[in-house]
């Protein structure tokens, strides 16, 4: 059972992370934009990227990260003591090498579809493939999410949540 929570686990990361690098592979050289986020405030500001911001582009960067092969960096984007959760069980992160370890044990790669904010969460929704390093033990195309918890600029728990059901008029965020 924690072998097939594990895996699951390591497939939704994998499609989070799949979902960047489809983007990113498209021009290496140019910076991501960042995202439109849902916020209160209308008009611009000199203060430097929004929390909202920050946490989409934590996201984004963990996927990226993934994607490439570069367990390290997205190791890096958690917190110490950050938490993955997956049905019942929870797995701490207790260091970078534990975050470093979960990273590679994720099978597929994400291409991203959606995120959405609320709060310090930020939803991320997949098409999962096949990494460099592995085969994605779910069919090609197949769609998962994961909820991300982003506090002072890291990831601070991942959860595999249900996709998200369609609603027109929910405020999205661009991708």
């Given at each position: 059972?924690?072998?097939t929570?594990l895996?699951?686990?390591?497939?939704?990361?994998?499609?989070i992370?799949?979902?960047c690098?489809a983007?990113?592979a498209?021009?290496d050289?140019?910076?991501a934009a960042?995202?439109?986020?849902?916020?209160?405030?209308?008009?611009?500001?000199d203060a430097g990227?929004?929390s909202?911001?920050?946490?989409v582009?934590v996201?984004k960067a963990?996927s990226a990260?993934?994607?490439?092969?570069d367990?390290?960096?997205a190791?890096a984007?958690?917190a110490?003591?950050?938490?993955?959760i997956?049905g019942a069980?929870v797995?701490?992160?207790i260091d970078q090498?534990a975050?470093?370890?979960?990273n590679?044990?994720?099978?597929c790669?994400g291409r991203?579809?959606?995120?959405?904010?609320?709060?310090?969460v930020?939803?991320?929704?997949?098409?999962?493939?096949?990494?460099?390093?592995?085969?994605?033990?779910?069919?090609p195309?197949?769609?998962?999410a994961?909820?991300?918890?982003?506090?002072s600029?890291k990831?601070?728990?991942?959860?595999?949540?249900?996709?998200p059901?369609?609603?027109?008029?929910a405020?999205r965020?661009a991708?």
């Open positions: 059972m924690r072998r929570c895996l699951v686990v390591a497939l939704a990361i994998t499609l992370v799949g979902a690098s983007d990113d498209n021009d050289s140019a910076p960042p995202a439109e986020t849902t916020s209160s405030h209308d008009g611009p500001s990227p929004s909202d911001q920050t946490a582009s996201v963990w990260a993934l994607n490439a092969g367990n390290e960096a190791a984007l958690f110490p003591n950050a938490r993955v997956q069980g797995i701490p992160l090498d975050a470093r370890r979960f590679e044990a994720l099978p790669s991203v579809l959606d995120l959405t904010l609320e709060g310090d930020v939803t991320a929704v997949f098409e999962l493939g096949n990494r460099d390093t592995s085969l994605c033990d779910a069919p195309g197949t769609i998962a994961a909820e991300f918890v982003i506090r600029g990831i601070a728990a991942w959860q595999v949540v249900p996709v059901a369609e609603d027109p008029s405020p965020s991708v």
